[in-house]
């Protein structure tokens, strides 16, 4: 049974979705605050996390940044904030999707199933299944990823990522120097029942560069094709 843990003040919110997602065959936990939750991610392991941005200790994006730190389970952030800047800001902390009150509970759910899925199905691939060209090589690539683990590593050092990010950087390994549209990794991160827009997959980009190490202005690895999206080239 996959579990869910939902970090929700408001009591009417957080009760319903307790109900639905259990009702739908989740184990469901939720904390009302920011302390609350990070003690509960001390001694457990969700699948899932749901999080409000306005809670009574601390603010959502700086919970969502903290999370970060110490998991990478995914992040759905559920929020009565629709300005594009607050989506910027969470998925800039490390959430990996949005999702605006009031919402259908059914495409609540369907997130939630979808990136469970993705993350659950990734863990049991072989290794080499898709990057099995790039792996072959005898010569140590810069870029590595663990599918088992879920992990990537940057010339031999662990760089830990979210679910999108690390979802981005196994499309970009399979196929070293394919060029892929916005839309095209729209539809790798977050599969066609979930929401995002072209700014979410620049700020993803944005953040998988800093982590390497890349020059903004010049990246050597994750690179821009300008009117099409982004190549990716492990040299």
Not at 133 to 139: D, F, G, L, N
Request: hydrophobic share 40%; proline share 4%.
């Amino acid at each position: 049974m996959y579990k869910v843990f939902i970090i929700e003040d408001d009591s009417l919110i957080g009760d319903m979705l307790c109900m639905y997602l259990s009702e739908e065959g989740y184990s469901v936990e939720r904390a009302e605050n920011g302390g609350a939750a990070m003690a509960y991610m001390e001694r457990q392991r969700p699948d899932i996390i749901l999080l409000d941005i306005v809670l009574p200790d601390i603010s959502g994006i700086q919970l969502c940044g903290e999370l970060r730190k110490i998991s990478t389970v995914p992040v759905l952030v559920v929020s009565m904030k629709t300005e594009v800047m607050d989506r910027v800001n969470a998925l800039n902390a490390g959430a990996d999707d949005y999702m605006c009150k009031p919402f259908s509970m059914r495409e609540l759910s369907a997130k939630v199933a979808a990136m469970i899925r993705r993350t659950r199905y990734n863990q049991q691939r072989p290794r080499l299944e898709q990057g099995e060209a790039a792996h072959e090589s005898r010569m140590p690539s810069p870029i590595f990823l663990n599918y088992d683990k879920r992990s990537l590593f940057v010339n031999g050092a662990y760089v830990e990522t979210t679910f999108s990010e690390f979802e981005i950087m196994k499309l970009f390994l399979a196929n070293p120097g394919k060029v892929y549209s916005r839309e095209e990794l729209i539809n790798a991160v977050r599969g066609f029942d979930s929401f995002v827009n072209d700014r979410a997959i620049d700020v993803h980009i944005g953040n998988l560069r800093k982590k390497m190490g890349e020059d903004s202005k010049q990246p050597k690895y994750i690179r821009t094709v300008w009117g099409v999206g982004y190549k990716f080239l492990n040299i």
